[in-house]
């Protein structure tokens, strides 16, 4: 049975049509799941979930590069609030993974692990060579289909732990 096939009224000539709310209230549940449209609306609506947290994965992939987030910066009108990310600059061979990522209405918050090694100064401490890992978590707001702002945190206080441990006494 199709969701929102106009149903002919056989008593009339054809000439009534049956109200869509009134087809809506005649389903079951498992008629409504069932329907061809909402299997079509759901595949269409996990795609475009699937799409967009492919989307933020790329670009915090490249933000992660040397050099990749004042790329980002230059080529769009692009804002980053919450906690600066010196850490780019301070390590080398960086790996980015994204841990999870959970879409709420138009954001999509992105928890993620950095590890390197630190070749430059950070948090005040020189460089050890030492490897470094650091949690965090990226809120990326999307309008239109767009990220336009993300609010950034990582884990500080591990972080200048792992540092301080690592740090040449």
Not at 41 to 51: P, T
Not at 66 to 82: N, S, T, V, Y
Request: include cysteine; aromatic fraction near 6%.
């Amino acid at each position: 049975m199709a969701l929102f096939r106009k149903k002919q009224k056989q008593d009339d000539g054809g000439q009534g049509i049956d109200d869509m709310m009134a087809q809506l209230a005649r389903m079951s549940l498992d008629d409504l799941k069932d329907a061809p449209e909402v299997r079509h609306a759901q595949r269409e609506a996990d795609q475009k979930l699937v799409n967009l947290e492919n989307m933020i994965a790329r670009h915090l992939e490249v933000a992660h590069t040397p050099g990749g987030l004042e790329r980002i910066k230059a080529a769009a009108d692009f804002m980053e609030l919450g906690a600066a990310r010196p850490y780019l600059n301070a390590l080398s061979d960086i790996t980015f993974t994204i841990e999870e990522q959970v879409p709420t209405g138009n954001n999509v918050l992105t928890m993620w692990t950095v590890t390197g090694t630190q070749t430059g100064e950070l948090c005040g401490v020189p460089p050890s060579g030492a490897p470094v890992t650091i949690h965090g978590m990226t809120t990326s707001v999307i309008k239109e289909g767009l990220i336009v702002t993300e609010y950034v945190y990582w884990d500080f206080p591990a972080v200048t732990e792992q540092l301080l441990a690592a740090a040449p006494t």
